[in-house]
């Protein structure tokens, strides 16, 4: 198993452009989430679904979206880049709740 | 809203040490999870406990639920030990809806 895979690992965008980060889980989650990782800062959730087509919103989800059509499949979406999104971001998974979590490599992205 | 304080924020201690860090939580929980990350690394799971104590290698880790505090232990600290230590809870519910964080504990060990 590869776990939980995040691409791209670093990427540069400018304000007003926008990306998907990437984020797969070969385990058959049921539970994936998105973090945002912040200097000196723990991390906070963003978006979070609990099995395919459910999504639900975190504690900081302004300027993010999500989808998650298949199981195996949590994209985050940056509409309009702003420099406050700079961050490092963690995808994560989880079988159910009261389980063992999964994280990502991480995806450090800055925006200029 | 769970609050999630650790302590010490660093730590610097000498090959061989024995380290204790630990975590204290406002709100009651259903688990209580500790996280290792290495400078540029993802994050790797150490422990999930709701009671009691749970022992791997040389990580120890304990919890005291009507206290609200737990506790990391590392025996025979060494330089690959050196990472950033996170605490992290699940709220009663079960944590469905996510983590939350404690800021860390940056843990450096000198050869």
């Known amino acids: 198993n590869a776990g939980v895979t995040q691409t791209p690992k670093f990427r540069i965008l400018k304000i007003g452009q926008s990306m998907t980060l990437q984020c797969t889980q070969d385990m058959n989650h049921n539970y994936m989430y998105w973090y945002r990782q912040d200097p000196g800062m723990g991390l906070k959730l963003i978006y979070y679904?609990?099995?395919?087509?459910?999504?639900d919103k975190g504690e900081v989800p302004n300027g993010y979206n999500v989808s998650r059509s298949t199981t195996e499949d949590f994209p985050l979406r940056l509409e309009l880049a702003a420099p406050s999104q700079t961050s490092v971001y963690f995808c994560a998974s989880r079988t159910t709740h009261n389980t063992e979590a999964f994280f990502g490599q991480g995806t450090r992205l800055t925006v200029v | 809203k769970n609050e999630v304080e650790q302590s010490p924020q660093n730590l610097t201690a000498q090959e061989g040490e024995f380290i204790t860090i630990n975590c204290s939580y406002s709100?009651?929980?259903?688990?209580l999870h500790w996280l290792q990350q290495h400078p540029g690394g993802g994050i790797v799971s150490l422990f999930m406990l709701s009671s009691g104590k749970k022992k791997h290698g040389r990580l120890i880790a304990t919890i005291n639920i009507q206290e609200k505090h737990s506790s990391l232990h590392i025996t025979a600290s060494h330089p690959r030990d050196s990472a950033v230590y996170i605490c992290a809870v699940s709220g009663r519910g079960g944590g469905a809806d996510g983590l939350t964080f404690g800021k860390g504990t940056h843990l450096i060990i000198q050869p």
């Open positions: 709100v009651g929980i259903s688990a």
């Open positions: 679904s609990v099995g395919a087509g459910i999504t």
